[in-house]
């Protein structure tokens, strides 16, 4: 679980804009931000620049519906390498290398829950917000779990490949009901379903448990209240996974894979599964790394249980109780499309308006449209005492009064917004108060949004002003 994150809100006077992004052309033409002082070398290639745009570069085939999200009159997307320029990147299964993420990148999404193939301890020392896409697989996920749940309980592999077997004989209409009896389940309903992980995926697995007749439990520690609202009413909460897990017929893992001391690698290991009942099916529909093999093999060979996993495993893949599927959870129209959009709205909010939401290594942070006459600010800098004090300073000494900002941290990282007032100055240069914010000690990047995309980005590169 990541820390909560600490919130400090300062707000004066200043009216309510209709739009946070788009502003007037006198306004655009009398604030000066892009000082030149970057050589295009250490952007890449000029060729790939589009004036006035924001430029995202994607990995993976990423759906047209969600890609469709970007106006074209404001952004160009181009593929890999040829967004050489690029102000951030989409991206769905590509591991992606540092050496792919550009100077002038200001975000990463993917589109999809989980980020281990984003390097995202590197991301944050760089001040590179990370965003995934929770719940945008949920459903497609969730039917999968409750077909998984039919597999664990039907014998319909084993009905199909003996069809399939009987078809190639010509005995197929000859035995069909004479050897069905060798292929005997259970049903679903009355029998008690464990979920581990209340997010997204498994609250509404619980709930369509619960409608199909069943019994459900669930244990997850940082149950948000968002999501405990979601389950259904008669859903008994456990305190831990053994407990939750000890009179269950069936148990699905709805929970991340963290690596490292503390995290969840082998998390359903033998403690856990020598608990499990006889004739008990694990649905792991999360990350095969949750579960122990050599532990699961034992509970499979010796007590007629069933291990349902969406991913490969080098010991279980023949084992007769089991059912290794190619990692089918969310490869569906529908997902990939919710994710997309997902993740490119997200992208849109952070590069227009300096918005956070849905980031695995920022705060969530959002402040109000920008007042009429102000342009807004958006600062990266380390999590450290006086940081606020001295950005606030620099404006100060400009003779720039700030009309509201909003200061959040999470880990090593803190994010400021501050809107800034405008009215009075016929022109509003930037370009020195930017640079004196940015080469403070401590601060990773910073970014005036006033309504040109593409534009007002700064970096402090190892002490050297990049822009």
Same mark, same amino acid.
């Given at each position: 679980?990541?820390?909560?994150a600490?919130?400090?809100?300062?707000?004066?006077?200043?009216?309510?804009?209709?739009?946070?992004?788009?502003?007037?052309?006198?306004?655009?033409?009398?604030?000066?931000?892009?000082?030149?002082?970057?050589?295009?070398?250490?952007?890449?290639?000029?060729?790939?620049?589009?004036?006035?745009?924001?430029?995202?570069?994607?990995?993976?085939?990423?759906?047209?519906?969600?890609?469709?999200?970007?106006?074209?009159?404001?952004?160009?997307?181009?593929?890999?390498?040829?967004?050489?320029?690029?102000h951030?990147?989409?991206?769905?299964?590509?591991?992606l290398?540092?050496?792919?993420?550009?100077?002038?990148?200001?975000?990463?999404?993917?589109?999809?829950?989980?980020?281990?193939?984003?390097p995202?301890a590197?991301?944050?020392?760089?001040? =590179?917000?990370?965003?995934n896409?929770? !719940?945008?697989?949920?459903? *497609? &996920?969730?039917?999968?779990?409750?077909? %998984?749940? +039919?597999?664990?309980?039907?014998?319909?592999?084993?009905?199909?490949?003996?069809?399939?077997?009987?078809?190639?004989?010509?005995?197929?209409?000859?035995?069909?009901?004479?050897?069905?009896?060798?292929?005997?389940?259970?049903?679903?309903?009355?029998?008690?379903?464990?979920?581990?992980?209340?997010?997204?995926?498994?609250?509404?697995?619980?709930r369509?448990?619960?409608?199909?007749?069943?019994?459900?439990?669930?244990?997850?520690?940082?149950?948000?209240?968002?999501?405990?609202?979601?389950?259904?009413?008669?859903?008994?909460?456990?305190?831990?996974?053994?407990?939750?897990?000890?009179?269950?017929?069936?148990?699905?893992?709805?929970?991340?894979?963290?690596?490292?001391?503390?995290?969840?690698?082998?998390? =359903?290991?033998?403690?856990?599964?020598? !608990?499990?009942?006889?004739? *008990? &099916?694990?649905?792991?529909?999360?990350? %095969?790394? +949750?579960?122990?093999?050599?532990?699961?093999?034992?509970?499979?060979?010796?007590?007629?249980g069933?291990?349902?996993?969406?991913?490969?495993?080098?010991?279980?893949?023949?084992?007769?109780?089991?059912?290794?599927?190619?990692?089918?959870?969310?490869?569906?129209?529908?997902?990939?499309?919710?994710?997309?959009?997902?993740?490119?709205?997200?992208?849109?909010?952070?590069?227009?308006?300096?918005?956070?939401?849905?980031s695995?290594n920022?705060?969530?942070?959002?402040?109000?449209?920008?007042?009429?006459?102000?342009?807004?600010?958006?600062v990266?800098?380390?999590?450290?005492?006086?940081?606020?004090?001295?950005?606030?300073?620099?404006?100060?000494?400009?003779?720039?009064?700030?009309l509201?900002?909003?200061?959040?941290?999470?880990?090593?990282?803190?994010?400021?917004?501050?809107?800034?007032?405008?009215?009075?100055?016929?022109?509003?240069?930037?370009?020195?108060?930017?640079?004196k914010?940015?080469?403070?000690?401590?601060?990773?990047?910073?970014?005036?949004?006033?309504?040109?995309?593409?534009?007002?980005?700064?970096k402090?590169?190892?002490?050297?002003?990049?822009?």
């Amino acid at each position: 679980m990541f820390p909560t994150a600490l919130r400090t809100v300062a707000r004066t006077s200043g009216r309510q804009s209709a739009a946070a992004f788009h502003t007037t052309a006198s306004l655009a033409a009398d604030v000066s931000v892009e000082h030149g002082r970057g050589e295009w070398k250490t952007y890449g290639d000029i060729t790939t620049y589009k004036p006035g745009h924001f430029q995202i570069k994607t990995y993976n085939k990423i759906s047209p519906h969600g890609l469709a999200r970007f106006p074209k009159e404001n952004y160009e997307v181009k593929e890999g390498e040829n967004a050489a320029n690029a102000h951030a990147i989409l991206l769905r299964s590509h591991k992606l290398q540092e050496d792919e993420v550009n100077l002038t990148v200001r975000a990463i999404a993917r589109c999809g829950a989980g980020t281990n193939n984003v390097p995202v301890a590197r991301m944050t020392e760089l001040g =590179i917000p990370v965003f995934n896409t929770p !719940g945008a697989n949920a459903n *497609a &996920v969730k039917e999968l779990v409750l077909a %998984g749940m +039919l597999l664990g309980s039907r014998r319909i592999v084993d009905g199909i490949n003996h069809m399939y077997s009987l078809g190639e004989q010509g005995l197929a209409r000859e035995r069909v009901e004479k050897d069905k009896a060798m292929f005997g389940g259970r049903e679903l309903k009355g029998k008690t379903l464990a979920v581990i992980g209340l997010g997204h995926i498994g609250a509404a697995t619980a709930r369509d448990a619960e409608a199909l007749g069943m019994n459900v439990t669930g244990y997850d520690p940082g149950l948000s209240i968002e999501n405990a609202l979601k389950l259904p009413r008669s859903i008994a909460l456990k305190d831990s996974i053994n407990s939750c897990v000890g009179d269950a017929d069936y148990i699905s893992l709805n929970i991340p894979y963290i690596k490292g001391e503390g995290g969840t690698h082998g998390i =359903i290991g033998n403690d856990v599964i020598s !608990g499990f009942k006889n004739g *008990a &099916v694990l649905l792991n529909f999360a990350r %095969g790394e +949750l579960v122990d093999s050599e532990a699961m093999k034992t509970h499979l060979d010796n007590n007629d249980g069933k291990y349902i996993s969406d991913f490969p495993d080098d010991l279980l893949w023949d084992n007769a109780n089991s059912v290794i599927l190619p990692h089918l959870g969310a490869s569906t129209a529908e997902a990939e499309d919710a994710a997309a959009s997902m993740a490119a709205d997200t992208i849109r909010e952070f590069l227009e308006s300096g918005t956070i939401r849905n980031s695995v290594n920022f705060p969530a942070t959002s402040l109000p449209n920008r007042p009429e006459n102000s342009i807004r600010l958006a600062v990266v800098t380390q999590n450290k005492p006086g940081m606020l004090a001295h950005i606030s300073e620099a404006f100060a000494n400009n003779d720039l009064n700030i009309l509201q900002q909003i200061n959040q941290s999470r880990g090593d990282v803190a994010y400021n917004v501050v809107d800034v007032d405008t009215s009075g100055h016929s022109v509003v240069d930037f370009k020195t108060v930017q640079e004196k914010i940015t080469m403070l000690d401590g601060v990773l990047s910073s970014r005036v949004i006033y309504g040109v995309p593409g534009t007002g980005y700064a970096k402090n590169v190892g002490g050297d002003y990049f822009v």
